[in-house]
């Protein structure tokens, strides 16, 4: 499975996994970051016009048959691709951030991290758990201004007119799309076996939730923290499903503690 991804920064290593967006909703957050420490930004493989690799559509395609959802899916084969990639880059010690299924990642990483190469494990709106009562929100079933206003506290400046989209950013949005797609095709965006697993992970571990945040409201952020040892919980107050876009300042000063 080849990566695509950026190095910035120097220092302690933060690997910075983006959501459903694709990684330009993360690289500014990561270049401001990058003054702090060394900040990795893979481009997960589907999104930005990045191919989906053979074994993990095999994977999926077992996983599915067999109904056994879990580390032989989609977000679990490339949360072992993941782990390995630390292990040829020689990085122990790793802070691993994830926003939305970007924190599915993280979470799926922590779980298999049997080298304990992960040091500290940060969710920020993460998606990948089943919470009765509290849904993610089905992402396909948005348009554009119904996305916007549960991803923002303020979604009237985050708003997209898709008249004024050039080809190009509708190409990346559509492919990410089937990448969402992909990696959510067996059981949504969740998997029902993962909130249990979580009990084997031994790194630190805190659940970021901005408290405007509707496509995982802070319920479902406080049941991801209790879900793991020692877990933690944090409400980022004004902001909503993306603070690294809509209050990165916060969100900087937040992880500061954490770095």
Do not use: C, K
Request: glycine letters at 10%.
């Amino acid at each position: 499975m080849e990566l695509t991804f950026s190095d910035l920064g120097a220092g302690r290593a933060v690997l910075l996994l983006h959501g459903g967006a694709g990684p330009r909703s993360v690289l500014p957050f990561a270049a401001r970051l990058a003054a702090r420490a060394r900040v990795l930004v893979p481009t997960h493989p589907g999104f930005d016009g990045t191919p989906l690799p053979p074994a993990t559509r095999d994977a999926v395609a077992a996983d599915d048959e067999h109904d056994t959802p879990g580390a032989d899916g989609a977000v679990g084969v490339l949360a072992r691709r993941y782990l390995a990639w630390l292990d040829e880059l020689g990085l122990t010690g790793v802070t691993v951030v994830g926003n939305s299924i970007g924190g599915w990642i993280a979470a799926e990483m922590a779980v298999a991290d049997d080298r304990h190469r992960i040091d500290r494990l940060v969710l920020v709106g993460a998606v990948g758990i089943a919470v009765d009562d509290h849904p993610v929100a089905d992402f396909f079933a948005l348009d554009l201004a119904e996305l916007a206003e549960r991803s923002y506290a303020d979604p009237a400046a985050y708003r997209i007119d898709p008249a004024t989209l050039t080809d190009e950013q509708r190409a990346v949005m559509g492919g990410n799309r089937r990448a969402i797609a992909y990696y959510s095709a067996a059981h949504g965006m969740q998997d029902p076996g993962l909130r249990a697993r979580l009990r084997a992970v031994t790194a630190p571990a805190v659940a970021l939730w901005g408290e405007h945040d509707r496509i995982v409201d802070p319920d479902y952020g406080r049941a991801y923290a209790a879900a793991i040892p020692g877990g933690t919980f944090e409400l980022l107050p004004g902001t909503g499903h993306l603070p690294q876009i809509e209050t990165p300042d916060q969100l900087l000063l937040v992880l500061d503690r954490y770095l």
